[in-house]
Every structure is written in C-alpha cells, then in structure tokens.
C-alpha cells in the first residue's frame, strides 16, 4: 500500500527533451509537492499545489510545469532539459488543514541528463 | 528568508552509544520541525514531528527536542544500531505550508 508513488524511479535523457515524472498520493490529502535534491543532498521546495490550484513557486524556471489533473495525482512537466536538471526530484503530500501537516515523501526520482 | 543548518555533517559512532545531532533553524516562526531518515537511494521516511507548542516528542529509542526561541533541535537515538546508518534531515514548516530543510546529517554506525 504505497502511500506516495512516483514514475519513473530513474531518468535517462539528452538535453534539450521534453520529460515528465509523475506522482500519486493514495492519503486522500489534498496538498501536494515537488522538492529538488541536488547533488549535494539539498532539498528544495518547487511547487506545492493545493486542491489543484498553485500556491508556491520558488522561482522555478518556467521550464517546469505541474500539472495536477485531480487531487491525488501531481505531475511535473520539464522542456528543455538541460544538464542543471539532474537531480533526485520527490513528490510529497499532506493534509492542509490539519494541524501538524505532516508531509509523506515519496521515493524519489533520479533524473540524469546527458 | 529560512535557513536551516546541522551540525555535524557527518557523524560515525560505534555500536550501542547514544548520539545527539543538531538542527538550528534562523527564524523562530514555526509552525512545527519534522525529522526525516534518508537511506542512500531511498525516499524520506518521517521520525518526528513537533508542534511549535510542544518541546520534545519521543519515538522507540529516538528522542526529538525544539527550543524555538533559541532557534534548535536535537534529535537523540539511544543505544545506536548499525541499521540507524542513513542520512538525517531535519525541515521546518512556515506559514506557506512550505518545508525549509537541513544539509542533513550523514550517520554510520559501525558494529
């Protein structure tokens, strides 16, 4: 019963391609999030959408699209690939109103471009 | 802006002895601080999470503790086991639901 999946678990491209990573939460939440892991470990928050509609972009390029075509799935579009991109990109998800907020990450996937 | 730090980067300790590693946090508007586990190639997996109201939350032999004015935590794993071996990160949340994280702190503990 995996809480929050994300395909494809590894990435392989060239420069310049069009990819997308998808990501579905079966928590019934109705927050969703896509951080970057660079490869000095660091997490960043991209986007977090809420009851589909953008509530954070930290300056993402617009490259970077995400798209939510219902509650339980959040995908994450990237044009133009470019080397900078590679990195473990996660998907996660929480309960907005709830107090704690927990997020649930999922595994994670391994971008690398050529 | 949020920044979040932990000291040490990495840490190595025999089996069996009680550790401590730290997580400081630059603005005290917090509305809770989560400790994650990362095993190499894997997902996060939630520890801990404590509410801004409460000072210290307590899971098997892991032990978390927030001093928000001061700005830290402490996370505490008692009697180490070399399965504790992983990558731990600390993360706060703000008011935008946004999680800021930690540099993490990479554990080995040796049997």
């Known amino acids: 019963d995996t809480a929050v999946s994300q395909t494809p678990k590894y990435l392989v491209t060239q420069m310049g391609n069009d990819k997308s990573i998808k990501c579905e939460q079966n928590?019934?939440?109705?927050?969703m999030y896509w951080y970057k892991q660079d490869s000095k470990k660091f997490l960043k928050i991209m986007f977090s959408?809420?009851?589909?509609?953008?509530?954070i972009n930290e300056t993402v390029p617009n490259r970077f699209s995400p798209k939510s075509p219902d509650k339980a799935h959040l995908n994450l579009h990237i044009n133009s690939l470019e080397l900078g991109d590679s990195a473990v990109y996660f998907c996660?998800?929480?309960?907005?109103?709830?107090?704690?907020?927990?997020?649930?990450f999922g595994p994670g996937t391994r971008l690398t471009v050529l | 802006k949020q920044e979040v730090t932990q000291i040490p980067a990495a840490l190595s300790v025999p089996e069996g002895e009680n550790l401590v590693l730290n997580c400081s946090f630059t603005?005290?508007?917090?509305?809770?601080l989560q400790w994650f586990r990362q095993d190499p190639g894997k997902g996060l997996t939630s520890l801990l999470l404590?509410?801004?109201?409460?000072r210290e939350q307590t899971s098997g032999r892991l032990n978390a503790s927030l001093d928000k004015s001061s700005g830290r935590s402490t996370l505490y794993i008692a009697a180490s086991q070399p399965g504790d071996s992983a990558t731990y990160l600390c993360?706060?949340?703000?008011?935008?639901?946004?999680?800021?994280f930690g540099t993490g702190t990479r554990l080995t503990v040796i049997p």
């Open positions: 996660a998800s929480s309960q907005w109103d709830r107090v704690d907020n927990e997020q649930f």
């Open positions: 603005d005290s508007a917090i509305y809770n």
């Open positions: 928590l019934g939440h109705d927050t």
């Open positions: 959408y809420n009851n589909k509609e953008l509530i």
């Open positions: 993360a706060v949340r703000t008011g935008a639901n946004n999680l800021f």
């Open positions: 404590i509410q801004s109201s409460q």
